[in-house]
C-alpha cells in the first residue's frame, strides 16, 4: 500500500476518496532520546513522589502531602508521555485499525479523576487543620522539600535535552515548573513553622497547592474527555476549515460532511466531502486539501470523497445531531436523495 493515493469508485462509481500518507501510519514519530528523557524523569518524579508522601506522613505536614500530589500529576503526565511514543509504536490489526494509541487518552481520563479526589480529600484535611492546628516537624518537611526541589530541577534539565517543541515533551515541561512551585511553597512553610511555630501556614499552603493539582487535573480530565468524546480538537473548528478550504484550495466548489477528531493528544484525522468545479483535476484537488490541510491544521491523515453529483444532504450524523437537511441541488434531477456515506467503505 506505500506510496497510495488510492480512489473507490470513478465519476461513474459516484465517489472517489484518498486518504493522505504513503504508509499509512497513524503513529507519531518518536525521538529516542525524547522517550528515555521522558522515561528517566518519570522514574524519578515517581519514585520522590512516594517519598514526599511518606514524609509527609511522619513529619505530619500537610504541604507536602499535597506537593506529593502534585508530583503524582507530573508522574501522570510524563508516564502518558512515554506511553504516546511506546504504543505508537504499535501498529494496527484488524482488531484495532489506528493502533493502540488512545490507551493514553484512556489513562488520562481515569488519572484525573483519581487526582480530582485526591484534592476533595487534602481540601478537606486542611480545613480540619485550620479549625484543630496540629503540629509539623519542620525539620524533616524542611529536607524533603529541598530535595523535591533538586529532583524536579534534575527532571527539568532531562526535558531540555529531548526536544523541547514536541508536545508531549512541553506538556511534561510545564508539569515538572508547577511542581517546582510546589517545592518551593513547602520549603517556605518549613522555615515558617521552624522559626515563628505558626502551624495553619502548612494547611494554607497546602490548599494553594491543592489549586494547582486541581487546574492540571482539569485540564486533563477536560482534554482527555473531549478525544473520547471524538470532539473537534482546539484550531480546529468544522466550519472554519471548511470555509478555509472553500477559500484557499482551487478546484473546490464546495466542502461539506466535515467530521474532525483526535485519535490522540496532537494525531488529529478528518473526513469530508467535497464538490469541483468544472473542469477540475481530482487528483490535483485532492492533493492541494490534503497539503492545506497539513500545513494550516497540522492534519496528517484526511479522507476525501468527490460528489460527483454535487448533492449536499447532511449525513446521517448530522442529522442525528440536529442539523436541518438542505434540498439537494437538483442538476442531475436528484431531489432528497439521502447519502449514507457508504460508498468507499465510510459508512458512520
Given at each position: 500500500?506505500?506510496?497510495?493515493?488510492h480512489?473507490h469508485?470513478?465519476?461513474?462509481?459516484k465517489?472517489?476518496?484518498a486518504?493522505?500518507?504513503?504508509?499509512h501510519?497513524?503513529?507519531p514519530?518518536?525521538n529516542?532520546?525524547?522517550e528515555?528523557?521522558?522515561l528517566?524523569?518519570?522514574v524519578?518524579?515517581?519514585?520522590?513522589m512516594?517519598?514526599?508522601a511518606?514524609?509527609?506522613?511522619?513529619?505530619?505536614s500537610?504541604a507536602?502531602i499535597?506537593d506529593?500530589?502534585h508530583?503524582?500529576t507530573?508522574?501522570?503526565?510524563?508516564?502518558?508521555?512515554?506511553?504516546?511514543?511506546?504504543?505508537g509504536?504499535?501498529?494496527g490489526?484488524?482488531?484495532?485499525t489506528?493502533?493502540?494509541m488512545r490507551?493514553e487518552?484512556?489513562?488520562?481520563f481515569?488519572?484525573?479523576?483519581a487526582?480530582?479526589?485526591?484534592v476533595?480529600?487534602?481540601?478537606?484535611?486542611a480545613?480540619?487543620?485550620?479549625?484543630?492546628?496540629?503540629?509539623?516537624?519542620?525539620?524533616?518537611?524542611?529536607l524533603?522539600a529541598?530535595l523535591?526541589?533538586f529532583?524536579n530541577?534534575?527532571?527539568f534539565?532531562?526535558?531540555?535535552k529531548g526536544d523541547?517543541?514536541?508536545?508531549?515533551?512541553?506538556g511534561a515541561m510545564?508539569?515538572v515548573?508547577?511542581?517546582?512551585?510546589?517545592?518551593v511553597?513547602?520549603?517556605v512553610?518549613?522555615?515558617?513553622?521552624?522559626?515563628?511555630?505558626?502551624?495553619?501556614?502548612?494547611?494554607i499552603?497546602?490548599?494553594?497547592?491543592?489549586?494547582l493539582?486541581?487546574?492540571s487535573?482539569w485540564i486533563?480530565?477536560?482534554?482527555?474527555?473531549?478525544?473520547?468524546m471524538?470532539?473537534?480538537?482546539h484550531?480546529a473548528?468544522?466550519?472554519?476549515?471548511?470555509a478555509?478550504l472553500r477559500?484557499?484550495?482551487d478546484g473546490?466548489?464546495?466542502?461539506h460532511?466535515v467530521?474532525?477528531?483526535?485519535?490522540t493528544?496532537?494525531?488529529?484525522t478528518?473526513?469530508m466531502?467535497?464538490t469541483?468545479?468544472?473542469g477540475?483535476?481530482?487528483a490535483?484537488?485532492?492533493r492541494?486539501?490534503?497539503?492545506e490541510l497539513?500545513a494550516e491544521?497540522?492534519?496528517?491523515?484526511?479522507t476525501i470523497?468527490?460528489?460527483?453529483?454535487?448533492?449536499k444532504n447532511?449525513?446521517?450524523?448530522?442529522r442525528?445531531?440536529?442539523?436541518?437537511?438542505?434540498?439537494?441541488?437538483?442538476?442531475?434531477?436528484?431531489?432528497g436523495?439521502d447519502h449514507?456515506?457508504?460508498a468507499?467503505?465510510h459508512?458512520?
Amino acid at each position: 500500500m506505500a506510496g497510495h493515493d488510492h480512489a473507490h469508485g470513478a465519476p461513474d462509481g459516484k465517489h472517489e476518496h484518498a486518504h493522505s500518507g504513503g504508509s499509512h501510519s497513524h503513529a507519531p514519530s518518536v525521538n529516542t532520546n525524547n522517550e528515555r528523557a521522558v522515561l528517566l524523569g518519570f522514574v524519578l518524579t515517581f519514585g520522590f513522589m512516594i517519598a514526599e508522601a511518606a514524609g509527609g506522613l511522619i513529619s505530619g505536614s500537610l504541604a507536602l502531602i499535597a506537593d506529593a500530589g502534585h508530583m503524582l500529576t507530573d508522574s501522570a503526565a510524563l508516564a502518558l508521555a512515554w506511553a504516546g511514543f511506546y504504543f505508537g509504536r504499535k501498529s494496527g490489526d484488524n482488531k484495532r485499525t489506528f493502533g493502540y494509541m488512545r490507551f493514553e487518552v484512556l489513562a488520562g481520563f481515569i488519572n484525573a479523576l483519581a487526582l480530582i479526589l485526591l484534592v476533595v480529600w487534602i481540601a478537606y484535611e486542611a480545613v480540619m487543620r485550620l479549625l484543630n492546628p496540629s503540629s509539623v516537624l519542620a525539620g524533616p518537611m524542611f529536607l524533603i522539600a529541598v530535595l523535591g526541589l533538586f529532583v524536579n530541577i534534575g527532571v527539568f534539565m532531562m526535558l531540555m535535552k529531548g526536544d523541547s517543541d514536541h508536545v508531549n515533551i512541553k506538556g511534561a515541561m510545564l508539569h515538572v515548573l508547577g511542581d517546582l512551585l510546589g517545592s518551593v511553597a513547602a520549603i517556605v512553610a518549613a522555615i515558617v513553622i521552624y522559626f515563628t511555630g505558626w502551624m495553619p501556614i502548612d494547611p494554607i499552603l497546602s490548599l494553594l497547592l491543592s489549586a494547582l493539582v486541581l487546574r492540571s487535573a482539569w485540564i486533563l480530565l477536560k482534554n482527555s474527555l473531549n478525544i473520547l468524546m471524538e470532539g473537534s480538537p482546539h484550531g480546529a473548528n468544522p466550519e472554519t476549515m471548511r470555509a478555509h478550504l472553500r477559500k484557499a484550495v482551487d478546484g473546490v466548489a464546495d466542502v461539506h460532511h466535515v467530521h474532525v477528531w483526535s485519535i490522540t493528544s496532537g494525531q488529529t484525522t478528518a473526513t469530508m466531502e467535497i464538490t469541483l468545479v468544472e473542469g477540475a483535476d481530482p487528483a490535483e484537488t485532492q492533493r492541494r486539501l490534503k497539503s492545506e490541510l497539513s500545513a494550516e491544521f497540522e492534519i496528517r491523515h484526511s479522507t476525501i470523497e468527490i460528489d460527483w453529483d454535487g448533492h449536499k444532504n447532511t449525513c446521517p450524523i448530522e442529522r442525528q445531531n440536529g442539523a436541518k437537511k438542505p434540498v439537494a441541488s437538483t442538476a442531475q434531477g436528484h431531489v432528497g436523495h439521502d447519502h449514507g456515506h457508504a460508498a468507499g467503505g465510510h459508512s458512520h
